[in-house]
């Protein structure tokens, strides 16, 4: 099965600017994930959905950053405007979570994640 | 609040040398535990997963183990090889949560 696609791979902008991530889960995975790892640190979570609606959303510092997931498919994460903190590597993830969510089994699959430059 | 610490930060070995890297968190109510590979331009591999009522899982030369009422995990590394260089990375699920708590990494290096 196709993995987690995300787009794009780099992006370098320069501070106060906007910027747009997108992410393609693995096909009929209902959780999606937004995870933040910045240089030489683990990745924090940003926000997670449950199809289209948002589950957690406590770490998302939500003056500047915004998530959605329309029609429970695709995802895209925005930054307006930019910090040069928000440097990092911003990573989704998918899991299937169907009918019945098996906690101590159930793993999440990975994209190769966008690398963000603030300048 | 679930805090996960792994040690040490960077580790450096001769090929063919056993290692091992190890992991703690502060919250033991977890559902399991996972190890997972991070190389340089690309996303995290799930590497193993230990369910919190198991002791240990193996997959090749890797064996990770956990002890739950100390907060702690080891994951050994048999036969180490060039190919293994990478950042490996801990990450507990946390009772009550679905979401991933992660350690800050161990960047492994094995010289040829």
């Known amino acids: 099965e196709a993995g987690v696609a995300q787009s794009p791979r780099y992006k370098i902008i320069e501070k106060r600017q906007s910027v747009a991530f997108w992410c393609n889960p693995i096909s009929g995975h209902a959780t999606l994930y937004w995870y933040q790892q910045i240089l030489g640190q683990g990745p924090k979570l940003l926000i997670q959905f449950q199809n289209n609606g948002v589950v957690d959303d406590s770490q998302l510092p939500k003056d500047r950053f915004s998530a959605e997931r329309l029609k429970g498919v695709d995802s895209t994460l925005k930054i307006q405007p930019a910090k040069l903190e928000d440097s990092a590597v911003y990573l989704c993830a998918s899991r299937s979570q169907g009918a019945t969510w098996r906690p101590h089994t159930d793993t999440q699959y990975f994209g190769p994640g966008t690398r963000l430059t603030v300048l | ?112």
């Open chain 2, 1 to 112: 609040k679930q805090e996960v610490t792994q040690i040490p930060a960077a580790l450096s070995v001769p090929e063919g040398e056993n290692l091992v890297l190890n992991c703690s968190f502060t919250d033991s109510a977890i559902y399991n535990l996972q190890w997972f590979r991070q190389d340089p331009g690309k996303g995290l591999t799930s590497l193993l997963l230990i369910q919190s009522s198991q002791r240990e899982q193996t997959s090749g030369r890797l064996n990770a183990s956990l002890d739950k009422s100390s907060g702690r995990s080891t994951l050994y590394i048999a036969a180490s090889q060039p190919g293994d260089s990478a950042t490996y990375l801990c990450a507990v699920t946390s009772t009550g949560a679905n979401n991933l708590f992660f350690g800050t990494g161990t960047r492994l290096t094995v010289i040829p």
